[in-house]
């Protein structure tokens, strides 16, 4: 059987979802304490308990954060991708339990960078081990990461099509229009493109408020086989499709800068989902920063590559939108503890569950989790559906 | 509009992150340095041993006959393990993206003298792509296509860092010469 005919679709789904932030970006609980009420209250809203768990996802050490639940579990996946670690785990699982190795598979995440910091808390040590070819062939330019290679991302884009200011900064205002709907949000007052372009330059061509927020936040998430899913809790959120695509590390590697491999991971992910954007009702697109959403608006195919400008700039992307992105107010202005990956899914599969309260976009069947790690190195893409769309 | 003084710190916005400043955190000598001193791979001794005289080294596969960038035992393009041989770069290059750092103090205190710079990627002649820092012009001035050559900046052993410079009037690189 070609790759192309092996499939993933509705073979597993996400059954329970948890995720923990606060207004004021910081929460009370730290660590592995975080960690395991995620997994907990995940496996809560799934009607499901730690016994059942054989399948356990951590992007540290899967390992050792099973010996610390007491768990023997079959499945064990610790892939590192950045931000979208995540949805590389949506993709793993659910090949996993489609294969058989595991039945119940939990993923979790927990970082509390902002309160470290206002607490003074010691935060393990995140260098880069072994070789490091970014050490020696880029840091030495003062190149700040993560936000000078999305910069030199955003100022080719800007060349090469014409992109401007001002229609980055329409992502991070209707991104905006969404966090103002959600209690939880860091921030909710209203944003308009004078206050981005006001707001100081960074690493030009982009200014504090095209970029992503630094909050504590966690979560998890539990996927488990269809047939097992029906017999739970929640409706499932199954999944349809999945992939991922790298082309570089560092920035210097890309081989162009205005395309990722969202132009890979996407496509492959609605072919296996047997749908493509017109389908889409909901998209999670990873906002790190403003240019982050727009390459994805051009990779996924929702317009033409170049286009990403015009399109967000036409509005759209907001509530009452033809395309309504990042409902929960995103890393702009809902959390951003790191690796946001983890909130595309959750989000995600309330949308599709009808859990989204006052931000619920109406009759969500097909939501998109597009997941971008690193420095637009790792895309993952999941297409996630409901019972209609199997 | 919110001030978020966390928000963007380099440290935190991202747990893969790091970078000049915290990358010789543990270091006292780093205080001194103006700038991260690149550590040296394994494959790139002789890069680094030619920027002492002032050679810009570009590692080149024989078999694909392309430049390569940076070094390697096997050439990404076309995955031959070799021959790979050095051929010293004319040290022309057009600018393909440029950017300006407006928070140079997150680089380290004297990087760039504390003022704004630019950091760049620039493809040589040779079809090979580099990041740099493009100095010799205020940092906004820096467009993409702009004509530069090598221009070295001594590290504290020695070794020389290629940083660009706008070309001059003898036989600047072209535009049309920008492989993308």
């Keep these: 059987m070609s ?24 929460l009370d609980r730290t660590g592995r304490e975080l960690e395991v009420a995620m997994v907990l209250a995940a496996l809560e809203d799934a009607g499901l308990t730690l016994a059942d768990v054989d399948g356990v996802c951590h992007p540290e050490s899967a390992v050792a954060f099973a010996e610390y639940l007491g768990l023997h579990p079959t499945f064990v996946e610790s892939t590192m991708t950045g931000g979208s670690s995540y949805e590389v785990h949506v993709e793993h699982a659910a090949a996993a339990i489609a294969a058989g190795v595991c039945d119940v598979v939990v993923s979790v995440y927990a970082s509390t960078p902002r309160s470290d910091r206002t607490r003074r808390r010691r935060r393990p040590g995140r260098g880069m081990p072994g070789p490091n070819p970014m050490a020696e062939w880029e840091l030495p330019f003062g190149l700040r990461l993560p936000m000078g290679p999305y910069a030199l991302a955003a100022a080719r884009h800007m060349h090469e099509f014409g992109t401007t200011s001002e229609q980055l900064a329409a992502i991070a205002v209707q991104t905006r229009e969404w966090a103002t709907l959600n209690p939880r949000a860091r ?15 960074q690493v030009s061509p982009l200014h504090l408020l095209d970029c992503c927020l630094v909050t504590d936040g966690a979560g998890a998430f ?26 570089h590390m560092g920035i210097t590697q890309m081989p162009d800068l205005t395309t990722t491999a ?22 999670m697109g990873y906002d790190s920063f403003t240019i982050t959403a727009l390459l994805h608006l051009e990779d996924l195919g929702f317009c033409a590559k170049g286009e990403g400008g015009p399109f967000a700039a ?77 | ?109 004297a990087f760039a003298q504390g003022k704004p710079f630019c950091i760049a990627l620039v493809d040589l002649e040779e079809g090979v792509r580099m990041m740099t820092n493009v100095v010799g012009c205020p940092p906004g001035d820096v467009t993409i296509g702009m004509a530069v050559t090598v221009t070295w900046e001594p590290l504290s052993d020695g070794r020389q860092l290629a940083l660009f410079g706008p070309a001059g009037p003898a036989g600047p690189a072209r535009e049309d010469a920008d492989p993308s």
């Design chain 1, 222 to 247: 539990v996927m488990t086989s269809a047939e097992r899913a029906r017999t739970l809790r929640k409706p499932p959120a199954y999944v349809l499709g999945a992939a991922t695509c790298t082309d």
């Design chain 1, 187 to 201: 921030y909710r007052d209203p944003l308009t493109i004078a206050d981005v372009l006001a707001s100081p330059l």
């Design chain 1, 262 to 283: 969202g132009s890979v991971s996407g496509p492959r992910a609605f072919a296996m989902a047997g749908v493509g954007p017109a389908d889409v009702d909901l998209l």
């Design chain 2, 1 to 109: 509009m919110s001030a978020d003084p966390v928000r963007n710190d380099p440290v935190s916005t991202n747990a893969t992150s790091t970078n000049a400043a915290s990358a010789d955190a543990a270091d006292p000598e780093a205080a001194a340095r103006t700038r991260f001193e690149p550590p040296m791979g394994a494959e790139s001794g002789p890069f680094w041993e030619a920027t002492r005289e002032g050679r810009l080294l570009v590692q080149w596969c024989t078999a694909c006959d392309r430049g390569l960038f940076y070094p390697r035992t096997l050439c990404p393009h076309c995955g031959a393990p070799g021959p790979l041989e050095w051929r010293e770069a004319s040290g022309r290059a057009i600018v393909h993206a440029a950017v300006v750092e407006h928070r140079p103090e997150l680089a380290g205190a």
């Design chain 1, 314 to 390: 036409a509005g759209g992307l907001g509530p009452g939108g033809a395309l309504p992105m990042n409902t929960n107010g995103g890393g702009l202005s809902f959390t951003h503890p790191g690796m946001y990956g983890m909130f595309l899914l959750t989000e995600a599969v309330r949308q599709l569950r009808g859990e989204g309260e006052a931000r619920q976009v109406e009759g969500v069947e097909v939501a998109v989790a597009h997941g971008s790690g690193m420095f637009l190195s790792v895309m993952s893409t999941a297409v996630l559906g409901t019972e209609a769309t199997l």
């Design chain 1, 3 to 26: 790759r192309e005919d092996r499939s993933l679709r509705g073979a597993a789904a996400i059954v329970g979802v948890a995720d923990d932030v606060s207004p004021t970006g910081e």
